[in-house]
């Protein structure tokens, strides 16, 4: 009989790259990960690694088996969450992505005191400013920020987003300070790269103008926009969670040019048809108390 144990350290070796580091993973020695592969391997009937002294390759018989063999690993791990939820403890794993900048300055401070509460949850953090896919990438949830046209995503609001157009006084005292949509037009801007010209977007008695700015520097990183925009090389639109100790500093200045910037949002969201676990909903509740309406970077 197949053993349990066997698929997920079969897994954990395919993860991993190395039988050493399943091993630590596992916290079992390395024997025991050799004894578990073979006994599974004997078990099936195929060759799922090959193993040299170098290198560890998986076999076409172990790609096969592994996305299953992941998929049950998940099944149980998840079930094992669902039981002790039902007594009341939130445990297991938990994975998330989330925007580079996001995470590094306000997500990862909110998500520590969270851990410390609920020491069970096993949570897993990609920060990646690309939009995944969090149904096929593995995702039990994502932490966006700004428009969400996925229509299969089921998205939870957590906080108001306010941006601003800024630039640093070295560049306003040379390119002058725009005071209209008109003259805005004509100034260098620092572009966000998963959202191009298109993301200069103001809103007045509910009409929506996208101003196109001319493009002079295109970047796919939050913390480099900023930075680009004290360093003088033009005008951004930026949210206050990036900006707003920039601005309090006086390395940024605000912009007024008679119209405010489209008001955005951050969720967390997870694919439709996904049942969402106590621990996310958990999750999303800490993170607007954390939060706080208006956000505590809107007010600080």
Not at 76 to 90: I, P, T
């Amino acid at each position: 009989m197949m053993k349990l144990e066997g698929i997920a350290t079969f897994v954990s070796v395919v993860e991993s790259g190395s039988l050493s580091e399943a091993a630590r993973r596992l916290r079992v020695s390395r024997s025991v990960v050799s004894e578990r592969l073979v006994e599974l391997e004997k078990t099936l009937g195929a060759s799922l690694l090959q193993r040299t002294t170098r290198k560890l390759t998986v076999t076409e018989d172990g790609k096969a088996f592994f996305a299953r063999a992941i998929r049950i690993t998940r099944e149980v791990e998840e079930a094992s969450a669902d039981l002790a939820e039902r007594r009341g403890a939130l445990s297991g794993p938990l994975r998330i992505s989330a925007p580079v900048t996001f995470g590094r300055m306000h997500l990862g401070p909110a998500l520590y005191a969270f851990l410390a509460r609920h020491p069970e949850i096993r949570l897993t953090l990609d920060l990646d400013d690309r939009r995944v896919d969090a149904g096929a990438d593995g995702f039990d949830a994502v932490i966006r920020h700004g428009a969400l046209p996925d229509a299969y995503l089921v998205a939870w609001q957590l906080a108001t987003s306010k941006r601003v157009l800024v630039a640093a006084p070295s560049y306003l005292a040379q390119a002058g300070r725009p005071a209209s949509l008109a003259e805005l037009e004509g100034h260098r801007g620092i572009f966000y790269l998963n959202r191009g010209r298109a993301d200069w977007r103001f809103v007045q008695h509910g009409q929506t103008t996208v101003v196109p700015g001319r493009s002079g520097l295109v970047l796919n990183n939050g913390d480099m926009m900023r930075d680009a925009a004290i360093a003088g090389l033009g005008i951004a639109l930026l949210p206050m969670f990036i900006v707003g100790d920039a601005l309090r500093s006086g390395a940024l200045t605000s912009l007024d040019i008679g119209i405010e910037a489209e008001t955005e949002f951050i969720y967390i969201a997870h694919a439709d048809g996904q049942n969402p676990s106590a621990k996310l909903r958990a999750l999303a509740a800490w993170l607007r108390e954390a939060f706080g309406s208006p956000p505590y970077w809107e007010t600080t």
